[in-house]
């Protein structure tokens, strides 16, 4: 069975521009879930994605957005990129909604620069 | 909101040494505990998980956490470690029901083995 699979694995933008980044979940799985990944913030959940709807969303700012399509994949845009947004975006997917017994499952990230 | 603690950021230690990695939640509630693992150049892997029951669960390569309610406490241990197991580890939590905002995250604890 294929894994989390993230698109592109890097990524180098310019201050001011906007990106996209892509996840394909784990066959069968309906849940998708975001997180940032910074030496020092560590893990930061983004939002979840559930059967195309938003469920949850973690602190961050509106420019920060996501979606997620009928066939579970997901991505997620951040806009007006600022050098702080320079992470490792981690897409996890699960068989079922956070917060019920679930396990979620990695993809390898993407690697946003901001220059 | 929760937060997850993890004591040692920086761990050393010697083939065959004996380890424990502290971890401390501060959710009040009914909470689901993970330990993940991520080798180096490679994902986060799920090394193992408490939903409910038996306090004391295994997970692979040898890996077991006991968690201790009344200390708020899910910690990770081994009892002989090797080289293979130079990695971050990071404990999180997810609270059940709706509205939990995904996955918590420890800031992590980088264990290097040497030879």
């Known amino acids: 069975k294929a894994g989390v699979t993230q698109t592109p694995r890097y990524l180098i933008k310019t201050r001011g521009q906007q990106v996209t980044l892509s996840c394909s979940p784990i066959?069968?799985?309906?849940?998708v879930s975001w997180y940032q990944q910074t030496p020092g913030q560590g893990l930061q959940f983004l939002f979840e994605?559930?059967?195309?709807?938003?469920?949850n969303k973690g602190n961050f700012p509106g420019r920060f957005s996501g979606r997620q399509f009928s066939n579970s994949r997901s991505e997620m845009n951040v806009s007006t990129l600022e050098l702080g947004d320079s992470a490792l975006y981690l897409c996890?997917?699960?068989?079922?909604?956070?917060?019920?017994?679930?396990?979620?499952?990695f993809g390898a990230g993407t690697r946003l620069s901001v220059l | 909101a929760q937060s997850v603690s993890q004591h040692n950021h920086h761990v050393i230690l010697s083939e065959a040494a004996s380890l424990e990695l502290g971890c401390n939640y501060s959710?009040?509630?009914?909470?689901?505990l993970f330990w993940y693992v991520q080798y180096p150049g490679q994902h986060l892997q799920l090394l193992l998980k408490?939903?409910?029951?038996?306090?004391l669960v295994k997970g692979i390569k040898g890996f077991e956490a006991e968690f201790i309610k009344s200390k708020f406490s899910f910690n990770l241990r081994k009892p002989s470690v090797q080289w293979s197991d130079t990695a971050e580890y990071f404990c999180?939590?997810?609270?059940?029901?709706?509205?939990?905002?995904?996955?918590?995250f420890g800031k992590g604890t980088h264990l290097i083995i040497q030879p």
């Open positions: 996890a997917s699960s068989l079922v909604a956070s917060g019920a017994q679930n396990i979620q499952y």
């Open positions: 999180a939590v997810n609270g059940p029901g709706g509205g939990a905002d995904g996955l918590t």
């Open positions: 959710y009040g509630g009914t909470v689901n």
């Open positions: 066959s069968g799985h309906r849940s």
């Open positions: 408490y939903f409910s029951g038996d306090p």
């Open positions: 994605y559930f059967s195309e709807t938003q469920r």
